[in-house]
């Protein structure tokens, strides 16, 4: 059993160092039969051209003394063509239920472009991330009349949330350090202070290869989740989080709409308590990105899928959850000015796009990897995790998974 706790700052920027921490083995690799073929790295970086990075902070433990910690936070950073590529790409926005913020979305759904990347980090800290955001562009020497970055959230119940403890400085380093590559889950960047599905949440990923006739396309999503929901896989309900993974308290809170979580002597009796009505109705931002050359209100269609694949684990969209996705297309590489000073040019531009008889594999393929996202920044979050407030959360048992989908009939019985 491991247990994070710790009295140190630890900034993660280097992938090696992140991918280190991360010792428990993903879906595919326990031998759950998610459905489709993964790319390389099964990330939503084997798109061709996207790159994550990630920040992740950790310090203290026990009551929460505000400003100081416990820290339990971070940024997760995604170029869609690379840090250094800044041709805009295709975009469409969803909202399954608005409870929640993704700045510049507005925008998104006017142009159909992104332009710039796209951060994801804890509730209170949106602002600083954005303009961080804007500061970095100006500092690589982008020419902007305005910019309306994409900064989404989740909110950061393990944390000391009212700290303002990302700064500017953090921001950077998640963007300058991104890469392409394996992408690490669960307890880093955005997703550190999260919670989902009365599990430790955090950040998830995975792709899927699409095969029309003899053309083949990579679909990825990357999601960081902190919603509550009764958790099924590949349509087997999951049950009830046991007693001894409750989400407990080691100390008592400091913030009342917290005081009914359990202690955790209490939760070790094995009696069932009741889910702490505060906690758990949080909420999901799901990122999908793909090569396939699909117009802005094509892509829109692509956002609305992941509804589905949130569905398909027990999801209803609880009323304070804010469930926001935004698909991207990296096709085509360029075809309009890289900004808004460049000469602007009445002549009409060529575009090329899929049918919309061609999208049904790309729906399927969301809605599969939403599903099997989720579940991975589930299983990578470590077995024991104590954050803010004495909260202490635990990571989904891959055990438990895989003993409920054999009683199911879709795996084979263990040997």
């Known amino acids: 059993m491991r247990i994070v706790s710790c009295r140190i700052v630890v900034v993660a920027t280097l992938l090696p160092l992140v991918l280190a921490a991360q010792d428990r083995p993903r879906g ?25 990075g990630q920040v992740t902070l950790m310090a203290g433990d026990g009551p929460i003394r505000p400003g100081v910690g416990p820290i339990r936070t971070g940024v997760t950073a995604i170029h869609p063509r690379g840090a250094d590529n800044l041709a805009p790409v ?30 994801i980090t804890g509730t209170h800290s949106v602002g600083v991330v954005r303009d961080a955001t ?51 889950e669960g307890a880093v960047g955005g997703g550190t202070g999260m919670l989902c599905n009365g599990y430790k949440g955090g950040i998830g990923t995975t792709s899927r290869v699409v095969r029309l006739g003899e053309r083949s396309y990579t679909l990825g999503v990357l999601v960081q989740c902190n919603y509550g929901g009764r958790l099924q896989i590949l349509g087997v309900p999951m049950g009830p989080v046991p007693p001894e993974r409750q989400l407990c308290a080691t100390t008592r809170p400091t913030r009342a709409w917290i005081a009914d979580v359990p202690a955790c002597a209490a939760t070790r009796t094995g009696a069932m308590h009741p889910e702490p009505g505060q906690v758990g109705r949080g909420s999901i931002i799901v990122i999908v990105a793909t090569d396939a050359p699909l117009l802005p209100h094509q892509l829109t269609r692509l956002a609305r899928r992941v509804g589905l694949g949130l569905g398909a684990l027990g999801s209803s969209a609880g009323n ?49 990897a939403t599903e099997e996202a989720v579940v991975n920044a589930m299983l990578a979050a470590p077995a024991v995790f104590d954050g803010a407030d004495g909260l202490r959360a635990f990571g989904l048992p891959g055990e438990r998974v895989m003993t409920a989908l054999r009683k199911a009939g879709l795996v084979p019985p263990a040997r």
């Open 134 to 184: 804007i500061a970095w562009q100006v500092a690589r020497g982008q020419s902007l009349v305005f910019s309306l970055p994409v900064v989404a959230e989740t909110f950061d119940v393990l944390n000391d949330a009212n700290g303002g403890h990302v700064t500017a400085a953090h921001v950077r380093l998640a963007l300058d350090s991104a890469r392409s590559g394996p992408v690490a």
């Open 28 to 52: 595919r690799e326990l031998g759950i039969p998610f459905p489709g073929t993964p790319g390389r790295h099964n990330a939503i970086t084997d798109v061709p051209g996207v790159t994550v």
């Open 320 to 368: 304070s959850s804010g469930d926001l996705f935004l698909a991207f297309s990296t096709a085509p590489a360029q075809s309009w000015p890289t900004s808004a000073l460049d000469a602007p040019s009445l002549e009409p531009i060529a575009l090329t796009m899929l049918p919309h008889e061609a999208l049904g594999p790309f729906f399927q393929a969301t809605v599969h």
């Open 90 to 119: 295709h975009a469409g926005f969803f909202s399954l239920n608005g409870a929640g913020e993704m700045t510049g979305t507005h925008w998104v759904a006017e142009s159909g472009l992104l332009d710039g990347p796209i951060l």
